[in-house]
């Protein structure tokens, strides 16, 4: 039998079924997306490095949609807040990937290359070296907080006759709250990070 022109499996038709797995039900599995491509699970394994080759595969799809070119913006505040926002928007796509993805080590060569470029955009800006992964840290916290925020119901608290104060500050929210936290944490986070630089 003739081999087909276009290969039955490869890592891009992997990662996408993979990625539609998690954002649909939260997890995959390795025989899920064999049962989805048509395939023997054991052809799946000739494609990637196991269940973490396939972790890398799903960060590197939802990685695509940050901004790089956001990095290479002046200065360097501007840069990083473009960048946030960028990478807020790209995880608030998929949601249910954060808890896999934040929970397994960041081996993808792309992603990697652009926390690198974060990096040297820090450094280039003064920051001392031991400041660096804090901020980033710190950062990406607020911005995979937030992504998880805009995929919460809108309303999230429910108060009761008991928390009077509460109702009347949700009721001076009105839409837009998990935005209007977001601006507001990362107006913070750069205040500091500019403070830091000023001492």
């Known amino acids: 039998m003739a081999r087909p022109r276009t290969p039955l ?27 989805a491509l048509g395939v023997q699970t054991g052809s799946v394994y000739h494609h990637v490095d ?6 890398e595969l799903i960060r590197e799809r939802v990685c695509a949609g940050i ?4 990095l290479a913006l002046e ?6 807040e473009a960048w946030a926002r960028s990478y807020r ?27 690198e470029r974060a990096v040297a955009l ?7 070296k031991e400041r660096v992964m804090p901020l980033l840290t710190g950062l990406e916290n607020l911005i995979l907080g937030s992504a998880l925020d ?19 500050a949700l009721a001076t929210v009105g839409a837009g709250r998990a935005d209007a936290a977001f601006d507001l944490g990362v107006a913070a986070f750069l205040a500091y990070a500019r403070g830091l630089l000023e001492r």
């Not at 499996?9 to 049962?35: K, T, W």
């Open 9 to 35: 499996l490869d890592q891009e038709r992997i990662g996408a079924v993979a990625l539609q797995l998690v954002a649909e039900q939260g997890e995959f599995s390795v025989p899920q997306i064999a049962r």
């Open 50 to 55: 196991g269940r973490a080759g396939v972790v």
């Open 67 to 70: 901004a790089d070119e956001a």
């Open 75 to 80: 200065p360097w505040d501007r840069a990083l």
């Open 89 to 115: 928007a790209a995880f608030a796509a998929y949601p249910r990937v954060v808890p896999l993805l934040m929970t397994t080590p960041v081996r993808a060569p792309r992603v990697l290359a652009q926390y």
């Open 122 to 128: 820090l450094l280039a800006a003064g920051f001392a």
């Open 150 to 168: 805009l995929a919460a119901p809108e309303a999230m608290w429910e108060p009761s006759p008991q928390t009077p104060l509460l109702a009347e």
